[in-house]
C-alpha cells in the first residue's frame, strides 16, 4: 500500500530512536541503517491504517530483523579474518541515541558493546530494550513473543554476564581528553615504564583489521606486554606513513562514551582505539582499524571541526 505523506513523517520521527536500537543490538552502524530501511519497506508494506500502535510495531518489526540478523552474524564472525569488534561512534553522533541514565550511557559504551556478543540474541535484545530504552518487560515480552516472567529472567541473566566485566568508571569529555593527552605523552616516551603505570596489571590490547589492515587477533596481556606492544606501535617510522597514506594525525576524542585516540591522515580516520577505563588505570584498549567499519566515523569528523592533533606520527 502506498504511505501518505503523514505515514512517511511517523515513520521518519521514529527513525531516530530505530536506528539506535539498532546499532545497540547489532554493534555496526551500517547493518544497523540496513534494519531500519528494512523495516521501513515493512511499512510501506502494511495495511497502517489497521496498526494501533505505530511506534510499538516499528520497534517489533525492527527487534525482530535484528535477531534474525544476529542469528546469522554469529556464523558469518566464525570466518571473520581476527578479531571481531563492534564499529565505534565518535561523540556526538545521533545513532548514539539517548544518554539522559547511567544505564542508557553503559548500554552504549564499547566496552558493554563487546561484551553483549557474549550474549545470546534474545539476552541481547531484552538488555537493549530494558536498560537503553526503557521498554516495560510487556512490550518487550510481546515484540519477542515470549512471556513477561521469561523477559525478566532473561534480563537477570543478561545483567549478570555484563556485571561480570571489568567495573568502569563513567567520564566526561574533559576527563576523557586529559586521559589521552596523559596516556600519548607515555605512548611517545620510548620507554615502557610511563606506559606501564597508567595500565592495569591485567591489561589487555586488541585490534580489529577484519583482514584488511593488519591487526594481531590475539590480545596481548599484562601491562608489561601492552606497553611494549605500544612503544612500538606509537614510534614514527616511514614505513607506516607508506602504508597509510600520509602522516597519522593523532587526536583525543571520546567515543561510545570512552576516551579514544583518534588517527587520521588526509581528513579520513584510519584508526580509533577506545580506552577502558577504572579506578585502577587502563584496563583495555581496543583498536578498530577495519577501513569498512570507520566510514561513518570519517564522515562525522568531517563534519565538525575537530581541533589540531595532539602527535603526528
Same mark, same amino acid.
Given at each position: 500500500?502506498?504511505?501518505i505523506?503523514? +505515514?512517511?513523517?511517523?515513520?521518519?520521527? @521514529?527513525r531516530?530512536r530505530l536506528?539506535a536500537?539498532?546499532?545497540?543490538?547489532?554493534?555496526?552502524?551500517?547493518? #544497523?541503517?540496513?534494519?531500519?530501511?528494512?523495516?521501513?519497506? !515493512? %511499512?510501506?508494506?502494511?495495511?497502517?491504517?489497521?496498526?494501533?500502535?505505530?511506534?510499538? %510495531?516499528?520497534?517489533k518489526?525492527?527487534? $525482530?530483523?535484528?535477531?534474525?540478523?544476529?542469528?546469522?552474524? !554469529?556464523? !558469518?564472525?566464525?570466518?571473520?579474518?581476527?578479531?571481531w569488534?563492534p564499529?565505534?561512534?565518535?561523540?556526538? +553522533?545521533?545513532?548514539?541515541?539517548?544518554?539522559e541514565?547511567a544505564?542508557q550511557?553503559?548500554?552504549?559504551?564499547?566496552?558493554?558493546?563487546?561484551?553483549?556478543?557474549?550474549?545470546?540474541?534474545?539476552?541481547?535484545?531484552?538488555?537493549v530494550?530494558r536498560?537503553?530504552?526503557?521498554?516495560?518487560?510487556?512490550?518487550? @515480552?510481546?515484540?519477542? +513473543?515470549?512471556?513477561?516472567?521469561?523477559?525478566?529472567?532473561?534480563?537477570?541473566?543478561?545483567?549478570?554476564?555484563?556485571?561480570?566485566?571489568?567495573?568502569?568508571?563513567?567520564?566526561?569529555?574533559? @576527563?576523557?581528553?586529559?586521559?589521552?593527552e596523559?596516556?600519548?605523552?607515555?605512548a611517545?616516551?620510548?620507554?615502557?615504564?610511563?606506559?606501564v603505570?597508567?595500565?592495569?596489571?591485567d591489561?589487555?590490547?586488541?585490534?580489529?583489521?577484519?583482514?584488511?589492515?593488519?591487526?594481531?587477533?590475539?590480545?596481548?596481556?599484562?601491562a608489561?606486554?601492552?606497553?611494549?606492544?605500544?612503544r612500538?606501535?606509537?614510534?614514527p617510522?616511514? @614505513?607506516k606513513? =607508506?602504508y597509510?597514506?600520509g602522516?597519522p594525525?593523532?587526536?583525543? =576524542?571520546? #567515543? $561510545?562514551?570512552e576516551?579514544?585516540?583518534?588517527?587520521?591522515? +588526509?581528513?579520513?580516520?584510519?584508526?580509533?582505539?577506545?580506552?577502558?577505563?577504572?579506578?585502577?588505570?587502563?584496563?583495555?584498549l581496543?583498536?578498530?582499524?577495519?577501513?569498512?567499519?570507520?566510514?561513518?566515523a570519517s564522515?562525522? %569528523?568531517?563534519?565538525?571541526?575537530?581541533?589540531?592533533?595532539?602527535?603526528?606520527?
Open positions: 500500500m502506498a504511505l505523506t503523514s +505515514d512517511v513523517d511517523r515513520f521518519q520521527a @521514529a531516530p536506528e536500537i539498532a546499532y545497540r543490538l547489532l554493534g555496526s552502524a551500517s547493518e #544497523a541503517e540496513d534494519a531500519v530501511q528494512e523495516t521501513f519497506l !515493512r %511499512w510501506q508494506a502494511a495495511d497502517v491504517e489497521r496498526i494501533e500502535v505505530p511506534e510499538a %510495531w516499528l520497534a518489526v525492527l527487534t $525482530n530483523l535484528c535477531l534474525n540478523q544476529l542469528t546469522s552474524a !554469529r556464523a !558469518r564472525r566464525e570466518t571473520y579474518v581476527g578479531r569488534l564499529e565505534p561512534l565518535l561523540v556526538g +553522533d545521533p545513532m548514539l541515541g539517548p544518554a541514565t544505564e550511557r553503559e548500554s552504549v559504551s564499547y566496552a558493554v558493546l563487546v561484551l553483549l556478543e557474549r550474549l545470546s540474541p534474545n539476552e541481547r535484545a531484552v538488555y530494550l536498560e537503553a530504552f526503557d521498554y516495560p518487560h510487556r512490550e518487550i @515480552a510481546d515484540m519477542l +513473543d515470549i512471556t513477561e516472567a521469561a523477559s525478566q529472567q532473561i534480563l537477570h541473566r543478561a545483567k549478570k554476564h555484563v556485571a561480570d566485566g571489568k567495573a568502569r568508571t563513567e567520564i566526561d569529555e574533559a @576527563a576523557a581528553r586529559g586521559i589521552v596523559q596516556f600519548l605523552v607515555a611517545t616516551s620510548g620507554r615502557t615504564e610511563p606506559l603505570r597508567l595500565l592495569t596489571q591489561a589487555v590490547a586488541v585490534g580489529d583489521g577484519g583482514g584488511k589492515v593488519p591487526a594481531r587477533a590475539k590480545a596481548f596481556e599484562g608489561l606486554a601492552v606497553a611494549k606492544f605500544l612500538g606501535l606509537f614510534k617510522s616511514d @614505513a606513513r =607508506a597509510v597514506g602522516a594525525e593523532i587526536h583525543a =576524542a571520546t #567515543a $561510545n562514551g576516551p579514544a585516540i583518534v588517527a587520521v591522515v +588526509d581528513g579520513r580516520v584510519v584508526g580509533i582505539t577506545c580506552l577502558e577505563v577504572t579506578e585502577q588505570g587502563i584496563v583495555a581496543r583498536s578498530q582499524v577495519n577501513p569498512d567499519k570507520l566510514v561513518r564522515e562525522q %569528523w568531517a563534519a565538525a571541526d575537530r581541533g589540531s592533533p595532539l602527535y603526528v606520527l
